[in-house]
């Protein structure tokens, strides 16, 4: 299967995203020394990023292709995709939510190898008590996205 690459700049910096012929496989954060692909799906990630990071997108509806992890780890990046915009859970809350309740740390473990952060949200997860703890991109990125989320949400809400 092959996969195409693309760099989408953000406000916290270049996300490198890769495609195969299901849908997203890839983020990570800085910008890799790829070749950027053309093509229709990546176009699609690289808008809905810029819609999400402008405060315009709440929910991605890019088709994600995770073809790794253990069950306990698919089964964690699937308990992310439930949590809802501009929440945030407990690593215990989700530890108890996938059937391990004391698995805790091993959440953690599951967030830092999330494939594809941002769009399967692991920065909505934080340690207890709500403190900010833990993020493959660094705290100041985690902190940036929750505040993107709450501010958006708070928006929406006034406006409802």
């Not at 992310?80 to 004391?102: F, K, M, N, Q, W």
């Not at 941002?118 to 660094?138: E, M, Q, Y």
């Amino acid at each position: 299967m092959t996969v195409r690459w693309i760099v989408v700049d953000t406000p916290i910096g270049p996300l490198s995203c890769a495609v195969d012929d299901i849908g997203l496989c890839a983020l990570q954060f800085g910008a890799l020394d790829v070749v950027q692909d053309v093509d229709p799906l990546l176009d699609d990630v690289g808008a809905q990023l810029r819609a999400y990071f402008a405060g315009e997108l709440v929910e991605f509806t890019v088709p994600v292709s995770v073809r790794r992890g253990s069950d306990f780890e698919r089964a964690v990046w699937a308990e992310l995709s439930r949590i809802p915009y501009g929440e945030t859970h407990t690593y215990g809350e989700v530890a108890r939510a996938v059937g391990e309740p004391d698995a805790a740390r091993a959440v953690g473990v599951a967030c830092n190898r999330n494939p594809v952060a941002v769009v399967v949200p692991c920065h909505r997860v934080v340690g207890a008590g709500g403190k900010l703890v833990g993020f493959g991109g660094g705290l100041p990125r985690k902190r940036h996205l929750l505040e993107l989320e709450a501010r958006v949400r708070m928006e929406h809400d006034w406006l409802a």
